[in-house]
Each structure stands twice: as structure tokens, then as C-alpha cells.
């Protein structure tokens, strides 16, 4: 590792390129060859546009820093994660378009953003109750949860949502006691709501340790990974806990009015990767009354913006006539287990792709104006449960899913959705100004603290 201050020269750059080990490593490894790929990219016509479309899209999408801080121990961290959820109103955008140009007052009206904000522990800060720096990460995530309320009528916290999921988590592998490393519990627990105690420690378990971002904490250093976590987990969450809302006030009749726009993939990864599973048995759960009661799927889609998926759908347009694209504007291509793992993510499992972590299946889309967009729809059945078929058919939304991201994508970025643009707006943290005016605040709360207030 280099000191403060110091970078690397092209001297070992060159050096790694030349070496043997690396020609050799190379030499070793596969080299797919398109031509003989078992499996090439077939667009296919999207569906005729579905004549009519949701009113409003509650898109979601999250955001999370960190900070360092005084506290008068080395290397002290505190980390900030915020949610954004922006309803827009696609009927008053479209009136608005009619009367160009549009009066930048009138289109703010049309978007309308609340937000979930979060300070959690990180290395080296410890609260009042606690001992160390993980115990209090644990405690507050668990108290972020139970404090989180979207809807001012329904008051249903946050928690209630995740501890329904919980209840849905199979108990056949437990989990070890979140203090096996700190005190060397051995005891493996069934993690259950609200707050427990270890049956053999006797120290308190809380329902969020089933999430096991714990185990990724570190005492020293930073904790980037365990907000990005925490910033995951919020983001899907909110989502089914908006649907929850509607299903209590008995108003699931409403949501042929409203979308759903997630950030990232319909998916969850890491230690709350079983959440997936739960959140798809809730969503064939809660779909199933919606279709009773409207006679229609929900509208739920996933936009990724970077990975292997976005950069393989750009490097597949291009073919080798110059200016010649394979996809044509409003072309699709729904992904199959067998052409991910033959030309995207090598894989011989017969285990199928995202299984234990996706509730959802990709697919590739170009809009009308040549935007090129890879997104998720969740499984609302269990018919919509493979990714062994691209029969669109299963999906009896997929024409409305075109059409409504031929409606919303922006040219503000490349192959960006509007949606997702106000609400990373709304969620974003500017890495100068924000980390200056969180460090400021996160000394503000230690003073709090420091004088009991």
C-alpha cells in the first residue's frame, strides 16, 4: 500500500503487462467467439403500444456517504443513507407538453418527492448502550426500521413490512448468534420479530440481525458495503411497503393508476439475498388481489444503469457495418437462463441464473427514440416464475412496460428514465458539498450526545 500522497508510475503498469504470468493466465482462460456462441441475440418486435398507461410512476432509488468524524478515537465514521421516493404525474406532464414551452413552476408541480434519512454507526463509534462499534450499528438499524412511517394516515412503520417478510424466511438454516465473533457464542438461532435474546448468551437479538448486514461491519475501516446494504434493502423494501399500505386502506383498486420505478435490478444481494424469496412470494401474494380487483398485474420494472447486462446489450448493437445497429427502435430481447450464462455470465450450473437472488427477469429494450434500456419484471405468478422461455405472453403487461418507458425515457442522460433521474435528484448526496455539510452535522449530533441531550 502507498503512503498519503503517493501514486503509482507506468513503470509497474508496464511491467504487469509484460509479464509471463499474465500472457499465461490469459492464454488459460476462455475466449468466447460469437459466431460460435450456442446462443445469439434475437430482437424482437415489441407489442403495439398499450392504449392506455398508468396516471403516476413512484419511482425509488437510494443514496449513502460516509463520513469521518471526531469523537476522540482513531478513524471514527458515521454513515448517512437516504431513499428517495418521487411520485410523478405522467397526466400533468403530458398536458404540460402540449404547451410548449413549459413553465418551469408548473412542471415542478408535477413531481412530488419524500424522502428517508438515516445516520447509522460506523468504525469506532459507539452509543450510550452499547459497547461497540457493531452492537450499535445493530441497534440502530433495528430503530431505523421501527421509526420509518411513509404514510402519515396508515402510521404503519417500516418494520412491519420486514418482519412480514421475515415471517416468510425459511427456518431450516439458522443463523449464528450475531455475537459469536465479539463474545464466541456458538449458538446457531432462528432470528424472530421484534427484539429477542440469544437462548444461550442471553445478549439481545434484534428482528433486523436476520439481515446478517452485521457480519459485514467492520470494527476498523470503512463501511461502505454495509450502507450500500442497508441503501439496498430500504429501496425494496419501501416498495412492498407501499403496496401493504394500499392493500390495508383497501384501495388496490387505485394501482391501474400507478408504476413502480426501482433503481437496480429486482434483486437482492449479499447477506439479505433470502429477502428476494420473500418479497416474490408477497408480490404473487398481493398481485393475485390485484388481479381479483382490477383484473390486471401490477406495474413494477427495475432499471440497471451500469453492469455486465448494460454493457453487453451496448456491445451487441453494434454490428460491423459502421452506423448500423442490430436493435431497431422499439425492439426487445427477454433474456433466457441458457443465453446469460452462454454470453454474458459463463456459467455450466443447472442451477438457474439469480435464483437465489432475483424476483424478477431481465430483458433488453430500445425506445422509440434509439435509448437502450435493461430492466426487470418481477414474477406476479408462478407461470411468470422462469426464465427458461422468451414467451412474452407470460407477462401480460409487457406491452404497457414498453410503452411507458417509450414515454419516460430522457435524453438528459444516455439511456436514463426520467423517473429514476428526479429521484436520484431528490436521494443524491453531492460528494463535496454533502460530505462537508454531513461531517458538520454528524459533529452536531456527537456534541448532542456528548451533552445528553
Known amino acids: 500500500m502507498p503512503y498519503e500522497g503517493e501514486y503509482a508510475t507506468y513503470r509497474p503498469l508496464h511491467r504487469i503487462s509484460e509479464c509471463q504470468r499474465v500472457t499465461n493466465l490469459l492464454a488459460r482462460s476462455k475466449l468466447l467467439e460469437a459466431a460460435r456462441a450456442t446462443y445469439a441475440p434475437t430482437p424482437v418486435e415489441a407489442p403495439p403500444q398499450a392504449p392506455s398507461l398508468p396516471k403516476f410512476i413512484l419511482a425509488i432509488d437510494g443514496s449513502y456517504a460516509e463520513v469521518d468524524v471526531k469523537n476522540g478515537y482513531p478513524g471514527a465514521k458515521v454513515g448517512y443513507c437516504t431513499a428517495a421516493s418521487v411520485l410523478l404525474d405522467l397526466h400533468l406532464i403530458g398536458k404540460l407538453d402540449e404547451e410548449r414551452p413549459v413553465d418551469p413552476i408548473e412542471f415542478r408541480k408535477t413531481e412530488q418527492a419524500a424522502t428517508v434519512d438515516a445516520a447509522l454507526p460506523g468504525s469506532n463509534v459507539v452509543t450510550r448502550r452499547q459497547n461497540s462499534a457493531r452492537a450499535s450499528f445493530r441497534e440502530e438499524l433495528y430503530d431505523l426500521f421501527t421509526d420509518i412511517v411513509v404514510d402519515e394516515d ?47 448468551c442471553g445478549r439481545p ?20 458495503e454495509a450502507f450500500g446494504l442497508v441503501m439496498q434493502v430500504i429501496e425494496r423494501l419501501l416498495m412492498v411497503h407501499f403496496l401493504r399500505c394500499f392493500e390495508r386502506r383497501n384501495l388496490l383498486q387505485r394501482l391501474t393508476s400507478l408504476a413502480f420505478f426501482i433503481d437496480g435490478p429486482l434483486a437482492a444481494f449479499g447477506p439479505p439475498a433470502w429477502l428476494s424469496a420473500a418479497i416474490s412470494r408477497e408480490l404473487k401474494r398481493l398481485n393475485q388481489k390485484v ?24 456491445e451487441i448493437d453494434q454490428t460491423e457495418t459502421p452506423g448500423q445497429q442490430l436493435f431497431a427502435a422499439r425492439q426487445y430481447m427477454l433474456l433466457t437462463d441458457g443465453y446469460i450464462k452462454d454470453r454474458i455470465l459463463h456459467s455450466d450450473s443447472h442451477k438457474r441464473y439469480g435464483e437465489d437472488t432475483y424476483f424478477g427477469r431481465k430483458f433488453f429494450y430500445k425506445t422509440h427514440s434509439g435509448a437502450r434500456i435493461v430492466a426487470t419484471i418481477p414474477f406476479l405468478s408462478d407461470a411468470q416464475d422462469t426464465i427458461a422461455s422468451d414467451d412474452i405472453s407470460l407477462y401480460p403487461q409487457f406491452a404497457a412496460v414498453c410503452t411507458l418507458l417509450d414515454r419516460v425515457v430522457s435524453s438528459r ?41
Request: charged letters at 15%; proline letters at 5%; a neutral charge.
Open 291 to 314: 388481479q381479483a380487483t382490477i383484473g390486471q398485474d401490477l406495474l413494477i420494472l427495475g432499471i440497471e444503469k451500469t453492469g455486465a447486462f448494460v454493457q453487453h446489450f451496448e
Open 154 to 200: 396508515d402510521r404503519t412503520n417500516l418494520l412491519s413490512t420486514y418482519e412480514a417478510l421475515l415471517a416468510l424466511k425459511p427456518t431450516a438454516n439458522p443463523q449464528s448468534c450475531p455475537y459469536k465473533e465479539s463474545h464466541g457464542c456458538t449458538a446457531d438461532i432462528a432470528v424472530g420479530a421484534g427484539c429477542t435474546t440469544c437462548p444461550t
Open 205 to 224: 437479538v434484534y428482528s433486523t440481525d436476520a439481515l446478517r448486514i452485521h457480519e459485514r461491519f467492520r470494527d476498523i475501516g470503512t463501511n461502505g
Open 413 to 453: 442522460y444516455a439511456n436514463s428514465v426520467s423517473p429514476l433521474i428526479a429521484a436520484n435528484a431528490q436521494a443524491a448526496i453531492p460528494l463535496q458539498l454533502g460530505s462537508k455539510v454531513l461531517t458538520q452535522l454528524a459533529r452536531a449530533l456527537l456534541g448532542t450526545a456528548e451533552n445528553g441531550r
